[in-house]
């Protein structure tokens, strides 16, 4: 099936770790991005890619980094800047303004 | 990105149409009404979008006013599992990146 996959779908950080959250999508999008969602929020745009080895910051792009080597793979990298990283992560493609999300990754911190 | 102002929440018995109201009064004249929703803990789903011509699919119909300002989502048979945040975001075509801007939503509550 086509779609957005992310992985995995819980993960906890420890004091002072870096993570990685998977997002692979098999649609040929060529535009990716990585939003943020608090508990009882709208969703915050972190970083996105409109096309392989390129990428902008969004609005809350401190304390993450992402890359873009293959058009199917968009790691977001969860770094030990980010203060604050509990929050639902969610990844999206999109073609002709049309935004297709992933299930989502729920991070904790330990 | 334009402003859009939602109520925080509504209800809707099921079987019942349900109409989600938006305000967009400083839409411009090249973007686009777009409704997402987001079922608990799960991605947002795309519904429908346009520009000025009402839309119908097989989700839901979207009336757009004639002077663009507001817009009203309806969903004709609500059931159960259409229970969701509802998501009015207004975008341009030009805007690098096709960025979304989410606000809080409605909350719709189908009930039985």
């Known amino acids: 099936d086509g779609g957005i996959t992310q992985s995995p779908k819980y993960l906890f950080r420890k004091e002072g770790q870096n993570v990685t959250l998977s997002c692979e999508q098999n649609?040929?999008?060529?535009?990716m991005y990585w939003y943020r969602q608090d508990p009882g929020q709208g969703l915050r745009l972190i970083y996105y890619?409109?096309?392989?080895?390129?990428?902008q910051k969004g609005d809350i792009a401190e304390g993450y980094s992402v890359s873009r080597e293959k058009k199917e793979s968009f790691p977001l990298t969860v770094t030990s800047a980010q203060k604050n990283p509990t929050a639902f992560y969610l990844c999206?493609?999109?073609?002709?303004?049309?935004?297709?999300f992933g299930a989502g990754t729920r991070l904790s911190v330990l | 990105d334009a402003k859009t102002t939602q109520p925080t929440s509504m209800d809707c018995a099921e079987g019942r149409a349900a109409n989600l109201p938006c305000n967009h009064s400083?839409?411009?004249?090249?973007?686009?009404v777009y409704w997402y929703r987001q079922i608990h803990s799960q991605g947002p789903q795309y519904i429908i979008h346009?520009?000025?011509n009402n839309e119908t699919n097989e989700m839901a119909s979207l009336i757009i006013t004639e002077d663009r300002k507001s817009s009203t989502l309806i969903l004709p048979h609500a059931t159960l599992r259409d229970t969701a945040v509802y998501y009015c975001?207004?975008?341009?075509?030009?805007?690098?990146?096709?960025?979304?801007?989410f606000g809080a939503g409605t909350i719709l509550r189908v009930k039985s």
């Open positions: 890619s409109q096309i392989v080895n390129d990428f």
């Open positions: 346009g520009l000025k």
């Open positions: 649609l040929n999008h060529d535009a």
């Open positions: 999206a493609s999109s073609i002709t303004g049309i935004q297709y």
């Open positions: 400083t839409i411009s004249g090249n973007e686009y």
């Open positions: 975001i207004v975008r341009g075509t030009m805007e690098y990146g096709n960025k979304l801007v």
